[in-house]
């Protein structure tokens, strides 16, 4: 296949920035969501707050994730002080399980905690309260009652029993924890790199979402002990450091601005991924799921 | 590949063989897959059929899929003639685009196809005869007013059109073709190694499946060109081979078989899926999308 097509598909993170910049001289095709980007306004997009812009940096490069204090507020404090402390720096990732998830934190369960709390009470889901504006998905979903995107996440919710909860889409950030619910604390953390494991939803404190760098993520060896851990310790990537942005010097944070999930830019891109306008489209599904809507990220202008 | 190296390629699959394995001394909880595949009889599982079972053969391993020939007879056919020839030996894989696909066949487009067929005829779907015995999940789906398992495939259909196709469920392995629909021929093949990209499905021609060896081609590094394709020759994952089972000495073909997907046995499975058992759960989902649901895959006995 000629590397025109099969998908001028912008996965999540793509290449939305370096389309945009060449609009103008090559205009993308009408309904696309390249067309979406190049025709939106500088208010459709929000820059990332470093108070809860997390930065995991890798020999390989920096990993960005974006967090969900609406929804995990005590996680994020309590992975603050960890940050803070240092806590992961020098430690490893440990888990890579295909179609499942990376993970990372300490091996040998040893390093003290500091002032981080050792348990965190589960923020598996909240109230739906009226303030919350989801742009709801028109197609329904297998799992929840009702999806959609609130502030920049992939949500689910349930009106009738007005909880709503963060999802485990390619990407999400979540908590680690044993079987005991309250068991997480933030000092063990993995993120979705294989389809969508919804049954998780629920099941554990999801804390946010990748931004950018999944490739540093998901390209990792897999591990060949059970549940995808590694067998040995050189196999295990290490942790350079691990802080939010906002615990950096300014020079040292990355300058990235987000599309605004409640905006007509961002329904219109929703309209552009249900019904693909690219040439290249025979039969365009006219549906769309949750974890495939992309969220177009790019240098903040 | 050694039995060390089967088991650990299982990752995608769980450790079904493994924990089977053990099941006399260490019984699995009741209600979970480790414990249905325990329980299951020996004509729960059918051995591979070598003359629809692939192998791609990289340094770093064998990756193995099973076809489709209820879907895709022509271009099965076509690939048949483009293997025997030893077609895509030497050649190499030229695309990884993060949560998309890895791609390979010829970078150049030079190589001549021989016998082959330049143009093969769209297998976008197909007829939904009443001898295709289906297990249908019971969750709804998304995309397509019907979801279920075919003789070990994930697919979606249409009953008020009578119409049948595989899914791009992860570890599909589909045809890639330029904007024209008959442009495919199997000379340049894919496989998703991230979210069900669905909105592919009856767009492109879906060949089979991925059964082992999916962290070879999941965990390569991305392509940093746009679409994933590799910006230099160098980067590229040379192919050693690509041949049918039927066409490799007996010694040297894996002898695999798949749980059946019409069985009492594989129902047990989905519902075992759909409500998980496993002593971490805190709350079943009660549902399963289609892409979640694994079919083991282990050794033959």
Sequence with gaps: MNRTNLCSSLAAFALVAAVSIHAEENLPPPGTMAAVVAASKADDWRPLDPERTLYLDLESGRVVFELAPLFAPLHLANLRLLSKAGWFDGLSINRVQDNFVTQWGDPTSQRPLGKAEAKVSPEFEREWTSDLRVTVLPDGDVYAPTVGFLEGFPVAGDRARSRIW??????????????????????????????????????ITVLGRLVLGAELLAALPRGSAPAGFYATAPERTPIKRLRFAADVPVADRLALEMMRTDTEAFAALIESRRNR???????PAGKIELCNVPIPVRERR
């Design 277 to 283: 306008r690219d040439e290249w489209y025979h039969l």
């Design 166 to 203: 963060l999802t485990h889409c390619y990407g999400a950030l979540g908590v680690g924890r044993d079987t005991a619910i309250d068991s997480g604390n933030a000092s063990e953390l993995y993120v979705v790199i294989g389809h969508a494991p919804r049954q998780l939803d629920r099941n």
